[in-house]
């Protein structure tokens, strides 16, 4: 695996081990383990019970069960999807899927697919707003998107590729449950000025970006899909792909520099807004949980068998589970 840079710091929450746990259960009691696309082995491999641990460090258990749930759905959602529809350039098939989750979404549909039945189930215990409702249609509607790229052959370009990106790991949602998840309450003007914009870009752009390098052979290098900023940069820039991937990583490196560089600059967007001490402190605590997820995911990210497993390739997963690695890694 390539190595990435990281200026912040990883963490592991004390409930890592009780928040897989109840992870694996949910997700076989919404069927995401018969083997389409996961089993349970790779299931163990991958650790997606181990991803809000480390993404969300100081989350409250029920609220990190909570968060690691929807988490796990969107890795099911985005799994489903590429051996489903991307591989086979199921079109038709595609879009049914997507036009039923969003079903699900609205509360017009029954759930049938682990997909839908997870989703329903999220939505019933969880309170969506309109913002969070159309954020979701996006990262659904970016699925669609690649699909369509893929089947036509097509590769974007990196604008249009690093703009959609955002859509499809769900950016806007991710940032709002780092910031739910230590309290956070912030002015919506606050959030809409365009330096937090910027900030949360930057913080979709790097996990987004480091995925198409780290997944290029199991996503992109197999056929399975077109829409890789990897391949994008080779074709837009004519060079070959060992250049192409350093430049994609060059660029996750810019926006890490930027994310420090908006970091810096928030004291003084803080009088801006003229924020009292409560906001001021719920501003620092949104930051130190974008910093704790950036760095969690990292290394979750090397740590992960997501990509690299074979049913052969004996499993990083123990009992004692990758609290135990992890502590080590992050001491």
């Not at 609205?106 to 839908?116: C, D, H, K, N, V």
């Not at 996503?219 to 890789?228: F, N, P, R």
């Amino acid at each position: 695996m390539a190595e990435f840079g990281m200026p912040f710091a990883a963490r592991l929450s004390p409930h890592a081990d009780r928040v897989r746990r109840h992870t694996k259960t949910w997700v076989r009691d919404m069927g995401m383990l018969n083997g389409a696309p996961w089993t349970e082995a790779f299931y163990d491999a991958a650790d997606y019970g181990g991803f809000g641990p480390l993404t969300h460090p100081t989350a409250s258990l029920e609220d990190l069960k909570h968060i690691n749930d929807w988490h796990t759905w969107g890795f099911h959602v985005s799994d489903a999807f590429l051996e489903g529809f991307l591989r086979p350039r199921n079109v038709v098939g595609g879009k049914a899927f997507v036009a039923r989750l969003k079903s699900v979404l609205t509360g017009s549909g029954t759930p049938a697919s682990p997909a839908e039945r997870g989703l329903a189930d999220l939505v019933s215990r969880s309170t969506l707003d309109s913002w969070d409702q159309e954020h979701l249609g996006e990262y659904l509607d970016a699925l669609s998107w690649e699909l369509h790229n893929t089947a036509q052959g097509r590769v974007p370009d990196p604008i249009d590729l690093v703009e959609m990106r955002r859509r499809s790991i769900a950016t806007e949602l991710s940032a709002k449950l780092a910031r739910k998840s230590v309290g956070a309450e912030l002015p919506a003007e606050l959030l809409r000025n365009s330096t937090m914009r910027a900030l949360v870009d930057s913080f979709g752009d790097v996990p987004a970006l480091r995925q198409e390098i780290v997944g290029f052979d199991r996503l992109y290098g197999t056929g399975g899909s077109t829409t890789s900023a990897v391949l994008a940069v080779r074709q837009f820039f004519d060079c070959e792909q060992p250049q192409a991937v350093s430049i994609v990583a060059d660029l996750i490196a810019a926006r890490l520099r930027q994310i420090v560089a908006i970091i810096g600059e928030l004291p003084s967007i803080a009088a801006e807004y003229d924020l009292d001490a409560q906001a001021k402190a719920g501003l620092h605590r949104y930051v130190e949980a974008l910093k704790s997820w950036l760095a969690g995911e990292l290394l979750w990210t090397q740590r992960s068998g997501r990509f690299t497993f074979s049913p052969t390739r004996k499993s990083f997963h123990t009992p004692s589970g990758l609290g135990t690695a992890a502590a080590v890694l992050v001491r």
